[in-house]
Nanobody
């Protein structure tokens, strides 16, 4: 019933920007966490950012802090990831994920999320 669909990926030069979107359908996420992760070939899935829907608290992985911003649009049931000052090492498939538990603790591990989108490719050229 819960579905997540990412969009907005593509090819961009180093220093450029992209905005990823994740459209959410299904039950209300009033106490859920929405996260962004990324995975490059041969690497573990890496935490990027999370927003706690109730209250809007946000947290970021160290590698993207200061460059990426996670935000939400309640009316559109959409979460965004604004990516600025992109680097080649940001190249990866980006996934959005949802946790529907009542916990308000920060969730930064993939195993803590039940629902996942299909992923969208972000490629940053040198």
């Amino acid at each position: 019933q819960v579905q997540l669909v990412e969009s907005g990926g593509g090819l961009v030069q180093a220093g450029g920007s992209l905005r990823l979107s994740c459209a959410v359908s299904g039950p209300t996420f009033s106490r859920s966490a929405m996260g962004w992760f990324r995975q490059a070939p041969g690497r573990e899935r890496e935490f990027v950012a999370v927003i706690i829907w109730s209250g809007g608290r946000t947290y970021y992985g160290d590698s993207v802090k200061g460059r990426f911003t996670i935000s939400r649009d309640n009316a559109k049931n959409t979460v965004y990831l604004q990516m600025n000052s992109l680097k080649p090492e940001d190249t990866a498939v980006y996934y959005c994920a949802a946790d529907l538990s009542s916990s308000t603790m920060v969730r930064s591990r993939p195993s803590e999320y039940e629902y996942w989108g299909q992923g969208t490719q972000v490629t940053v050229s040198s």
